[in-house]
């Protein structure tokens, strides 16, 4: 069975940095390109960072609210997909799922639980 | 980016109901479009994807339609486990996908 997990979340002040992690079991995330997805409180989805299957390359790419300040990345060894997130501001603020593309392409068909981020003084 | 929007953003319907969701892209996707079931504190559930093709486990009375721009879901009878907000999702440039605001389905 396939799972993600997400781990990392927390309380973090304006400026400050965290790491996000989301193991998977049941895949090998390198074979799939894998997305972080995170959710404002009562708002909708929005793909912040993407990551291509190892096959395609490894290619990354940033939403422009995020880029410059997060960097996704993955340990194959581990078989762990991680969300760097720098210079964090208020409105990053959000439940962070990592999600897994469906074979076919672009649909998400696996999402981790969601960790929350909150960014407060 | 391609740009997504839903209508309605709310509705309110009851058990046995037939429900239909609508999503209109920006420009043309074909047939890359997904929608998904979330419910309040869990994570997104695929319902569709490509526009029309039942994701394995999902119920039958789910149903998607469209190409193009222009795209429809429909519930042919609500049932209780239904309500949710829907969304749906392009998917034609698999790195850059984006989200419709989501339609919330409540009891009548």
């Known amino acids: 069975e396939v799972q993600l997990l997400e781990s990392g979340g927390g309380l973090v002040q304006p400026g400050g940095s965290l790491r996000l992690s989301c193991a998977g079991s049941g895949v090998t995330l390198s074979n799939y390109t894998m997305t972080w997805v995170r959710q404002a409180p009562g708002e909708g989805l929005e793909s912040v960072s993407v990551?291509?299957?190892?096959?395609?390359?490894?290619?990354?790419l940033y939403s422009d609210s995020v880029k410059g300040r997060f960097t996704i990345s993955r340990d194959n060894s581990k078989n762990t997909l991680y969300l760097q997130m720098n210079n964090l501001r208020a409105e990053d603020t959000a439940v962070y799922y990592c999600a897994k593309n469906h074979p076919f392409g672009g649909p998400f068909d696996y999402w981790g639980l969601g960790t929350l981020v909150t960014v407060s003084s | 980016d391609i740009q997504i929007t839903q209508s309605p953003s709310s509705l309110s319907a009851s058990v046995g109901d037939r429900v239909t969701i609508t999503c209109r892209a920006s420009?043309?996707?074909?047939?890359?479009l997904n929608w998904y079931q979330q419910k309040a504190g869990k994570a997104p559930k695929l319902l569709i994807y490509?526009?029309?093709t039942l994701q394995s486990g999902v119920p039958s009375r789910f149903s998607g339609s469209g190409s193009g721009t222009y795209f429809t879901l429909t519930i042919s009878s609500l049932q209780p486990e239904d309500f949710a907000t829907y969304y749906c999702q392009q998917s034609y440039n698999t790195l850059r996908v984006t989200f419709g605001p989501g339609t919330k389905v409540d009891i009548k």
């Open positions: 490509a526009a029309s």
């Open positions: 420009q043309t996707i074909r047939t890359f």
């Open positions: 990551i291509s299957s190892s096959g395609d390359g490894g290619a990354t």
